[in-house]
């Protein structure tokens, strides 16, 4: 008879794997879901706006986080993951940025 402690390795997933899910999958289903299929209204501009700001947001959480968690666990291609997150901001600012002049523009010229 064999004695088994009962714990056995669990199987993590994988960091990139979570970062990639949180700076491209999610964000995308956000925007998605806020999007207008018809004829938008002022409150449809809000929602998409929203639903864009939100979305950035998260890729930019996801990304910085990925880093951080690369830094930590002392991968010698953390730089990389530095450099994406440095890009993942600068374009979250963009569409950000964008998203609140297109609400602008929207609200006003009806």
Do not use: C, H
């Not at 002392?74 to 600012?93: C, E, K, N, P, Q």
């Amino acid at each position: 008879m064999s004695t088994q402690t009962g714990t056995q390795k669990r199987r993590a997933v994988s960091p990139v794997l979570i970062g990639f899910v949180g700076m491209i999958i999610v964000p995308f289903f956000i925007v998605l879901l806020t999007n207008s299929w018809d004829a938008p209204d002022a409150a449809d501009f809000v929602r998409m706006a929203f639903g864009t700001v939100i979305a950035s947001t998260l890729a930019s959480v996801a990304a910085w986080w990925l880093a951080f968690n690369r830094m930590k666990a002392g991968r010698s291609d953390r730089y990389w993951f530095w450099g994406v997150a440095g890009i993942v901001t600068l374009s979250s600012i963009g569409s950000i940025s964008s998203a609140a002049e297109a609400l602008l523009v929207r609200l006003t010229n009806p």
